[in-house]
Every structure is written in C-alpha cells, then in structure tokens.
C-alpha cells in the first residue's frame, strides 16, 4: 500500500516516513502541493493522501479539491495543519477530507488513522 504525504515542513516528513515505513506502507513525498498534484496524476495507486495546507504552490485544500474534482479518486485523504479553528476544519471536511489532525501529529494516532480508513474502504 502507498501512502503519498504532501508537507514542506522536512521534520514532519521525516517522521511520518518513518512512522509508516515501520507500518509497512511504501512511502511517496511531495514537499508542495504542485509535485503532489503530479504524482498523483502520474501513479494510480496511491492508496492514501495526507497533505499539509499550508505548503508553497498549490495549498492541501486545493489538493484535496483536485483528487475529489478533477481526478474523481475515492482514496482516504487526511489533511494536517497547525490550524485548530473550527471553520477550516470544517472547510476541510467539506472538500471531501476523511480527517484533520493538528500538528504536531501524534505518530500514533494517524497510524491508526490511516488504518481505520483504509479498513472502511476496504469494506465497501
């Protein structure tokens, strides 16, 4: 399975790497939304998004508009963000977000996030 995680911010990258890396997953990166958007175009089989919102280029919430929109992907998308505001959560589940988790991210916690998405998914 493939996880595609958009974030410009290099420690949290790193340890979201690792985190799934040690789940098992195989690991995309994208350090803005502009490559993000281009894996995706390019590789079918992402299998999960997790994407910052505020990343140079194109934003997380404009990324998770292309996957719904554009590319009609029905894949688990997680959005991360330093914002806790109750109206950009909101916004962000409007698009079509599976969840929102704050930063800084509990390791723990999106695993098991991304495991519960992916066990729904499967049981469609």
């Given at each position: 399975?493939?996880?595609?995680?958009?974030?410009?911010?290099?420690?949290?990258?790193?340890?979201?790497?690792f985190q799934f890396k040690k789940d098992g997953f195989e690991i995309i990166k994208a350090f803005n939304g502009k490559?993000?958007?281009?894996?995706?175009?390019?590789?079918?089989?992402?299998?999960?998004?997790?994407?910052?919102?505020?990343?140079?280029?194109?934003?997380?919430?404009?990324?998770?508009?292309?996957v719904r929109n554009k590319l009609h992907r029905d894949i688990p998308i997680i959005v991360l963000s330093r914002v806790n505001v109750a109206d950009t959560i909101q916004f962000a589940l409007d698009l079509k977000a599976n969840a929102y988790l704050t930063k800084p991210v509990n390791l723990e916690e999106i695993s098991n996030k991304v495991k519960q998405l992916l066990k729904l998914k499967l049981d469609e």
């Open positions: 399975m493939k996880i595609l995680i958009c974030d410009d911010d290099s420690m949290t990258l790193r340890a979201l790497e490559d993000g958007r281009k894996i995706l175009e390019e590789d079918g089989d992402i299998d999960v998004l997790i994407t910052d919102i505020y990343m140079p280029s194109i934003n997380g919430l404009e990324l998770v508009t292309y």
